[in-house]
């Protein structure tokens, strides 16, 4: 039978960030971080992030010993059952294609490890080959709490070592501001910024907010992500896609997320 209000509930949610087509910080991976729990909420959380206009998404699930000590074979494993999974239940669903797995690396005392190690952590690229670096866009975040002392040496040392680094939302972390000049060092040694969506529609804090829209008008943000964990943040990509100041910076604006299309 025809559901008429289901029909409108799915009409209402204007597909904003269609411009953006890929969706490059998730974490839709059930039980490997703080991130989804199941199958069933990851399959919700697709329905919804095609809603709002991502033909693609990208899963980084965080990495940060000891808090989530993932391995990324594992990881890839993982997602490779779960696309499975996701094919085998969508039934008729139209759901964003799920291009690859990555990461979200912490950078804290533990990190510093891997790149003396030479460890391989897991990227993804610009689908323009000649624009990038060899080992492709490195996801990494910071603590929430405190600032990382030497964090341009780190960012130094794993450009050394061929990857790009993309930094996750700069704006929540509450040690920088508006114009901090950290950021800004870390901007002139070609350090990408991602900000979160949410951000942009007051879902963390209001200064989160401001931030967000001050780093853009910076300059300072080539790619936007979801960041999404659970059910509560599709709930919030549903306001953020309904906001008008939002839909005019997708409209306004340019990101680097269609670039990442192809593999
Ligand atoms: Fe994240």
Partial sequence: M???????????IPNTFAPL???????????VDDGSKSLEESLGMLET??????????????????????????????????????????????LPVMKGVSGEYRIDSGFRGRIENKEEMLTFRFADEKKGSEKGL???????????????????????????????????????????????QLKEQGVYFQANILSLDGFYSESAR??????????WIEFLGTDMHNPMY??????????????QLIEKEEFENKNLVKE
């Fill in 21 to 31: 087509r890929t969706d490059m910080h998730c974490h839709l991976l059930p039980q």
């Fill in 138 to 184: 490195l996801l990494v975040e910071l603590s929430l709490h405190q600032p990382y002392m030497g964090i341009e040496q780190v960012m130094f040392d794993l450009q050394m070592a061929g990857y790009d680094v993309v930094l996750a939302h700069p704006e929540r972390y509450p040690y920088y501001d508006s114009h901090s000049s950290e950021l800004e």
């Fill in 234 to 247: 599709a709930k919030a990509l549903q306001h953020a896609a309904c906001s008008k100041k939002i839909i």
């Fill in 49 to 94: 992030m095609k809603a709002v206009g991502f033909e693609e998404v990208r899963l980084t699930p965080h990495y940060q010993v000891p808090r989530f000590p993932n391995k990324e074979d594992d990881i890839i494993r993982r997602f490779e059952n779960f696309c499975a999974e996701v094919d085998a239940r969508k039934g008729d669903k139209d």
């Fill in 210 to 219: 401001k931030k967000a829209f001050d780093y853009i008008e910076n300059g």
């Fill in 2 to 12: 025809f559901d008429i209000f289901h029909f409108f509930k799915e009409k209402k």
